[in-house]
């Protein structure tokens, strides 16, 4: 088995624990609207992790963010999942919170460590772990309290139907990884990157944890072109993974600042669609506010992103084209 880097001191351990403005050596950045919009965020997940339901937190009927008005179940074979592998996750790891299937395309390999940021209750977690084996890791990071304590419970589940013991969930923020530097080979997410007031931050953080020839295997919501204001506005669209996307082109250059190589980003427009067929609230509530003959479709969408961190000493200048 590879060994696992020390991802960081006991000192820097308990201030990833702490909310930014808690921390004395944090950013002063910290206390500011960007900070304001992550503890809405956090105070919105928390009401999800207990409730299983974006219903307290954002108003909605039904549904979670992502979130759908068919059942987590539903939603997640629509979006690339298998029956089996949902039937065999540890109960409440599937919280309809998905908008693709980041372990599909992330090319997982037997001893690899896998970092999933924002790992909500565990579901990409527990998917990816039989991939790696037991000589990988895999390492969710969520910053809402309630949702590690509904992800570690999990555990203990996942092992009995396994036989593995490669997981484990970290308090932090995806903007503050609490993870070494090139300690990681593959980084997942899952409709979550669209959610920080930070994202660039994200990008630098994925660039410096992963490893040279490191990959990057997410999962995320994007739009093809603004939202209307009364859409941005709305904080059930920012808990809803659909205020805080952003466009496509502005993503693919995140990224690219960051250092990040060979990215390709993949639109999938399935996602959006069916959530507008199946009458979800959030949605309906956001085709009520567009322009007249427009439809959420046109504005929003859910995509698929792969990217690779280069080789020491490889020619980065020439980054292939990220659109498909």
């Not at 009995?160 to 990681?184: C, K, M, Y």
């Amino acid at each position: 088995m590879r060994a696992l880097p020390e991802t960081i001191s006991k000192e820097n351990r308990q201030e990833s624990h702490m909310g930014c403005c808690d921390n004395k050596n944090a950013p002063s950045s910290c206390c500011s609207p960007t900070h304001d919009v992550r503890e809405q965020v956090r105070d919105g997940y928390a009401k999800i992790a207990q409730t299983g339901s974006l219903a307290t937190a954002a108003g909605a009927q039904r549904g979670a963010c992502c979130g759908p008005a068919l059942s987590a179940d539903e939603l997640a074979v629509q979006i690339g999942y298998s029956a089996d592998q949902i039937r065999h996750l540890p109960e409440g790891a599937n919280m309809g919170l998905s908008c693709g299937n980041p372990t599909a395309i992330a090319a997982l390999k037997p001893g690899q460590v896998v970092l999933d940021l924002g790992s909500g209750g565990g579901f990409d977690v527990f998917l990816a772990g039989p991939k790696v084996g037991a000589a990988g890791r895999v390492i969710g990071v969520d910053m809402t309290p309630e949702m590690l304590t509904k992800a570690r419970r999990n555990i203990a589940v996942y092992t009995q139907n396994t036989g593995l013991e490669n997981v484990e969930f970290r308090l932090g923020e995806i903007e503050h990884l609490p993870a070494a530097d090139a300690s990681v080979d593959v980084v997942i997410s899952n409709c979550v990157i669209n959610l920080s007031p930070d994202k660039p931050q994200v990008w630098r953080e994925i660039a410096r944890v992963l490893r040279p020839g490191g990959r990057v295997a997410v999962s995320d919501m994007a739009l093809l072109r603004p939202l209307p204001p009364e859409i941005s506005g709305l904080f059930e669209a920012l808990i809803g993974c659909v205020a805080g996307a952003v466009l496509l082109d502005e993503y693919r250059q995140m990224m690219l600042a960051a250092g990040l190589t060979e990215v390709v980003i993949w639109p999938k427009p399935e996602y959006v669609a069916a959530l507008t067929s199946f009458k979800d609230p959030l949605y309906h509530r956001i085709e009520e506010a567009l322009p007249a003959g427009t439809a959420v479709g046109d504005f929003v969408t859910s995509i698929d992103v792969t990217a690779t961190k280069p080789l020491a000493g490889s020619d980065v200048t020439e980054p292939l084209p990220a659109v498909m």
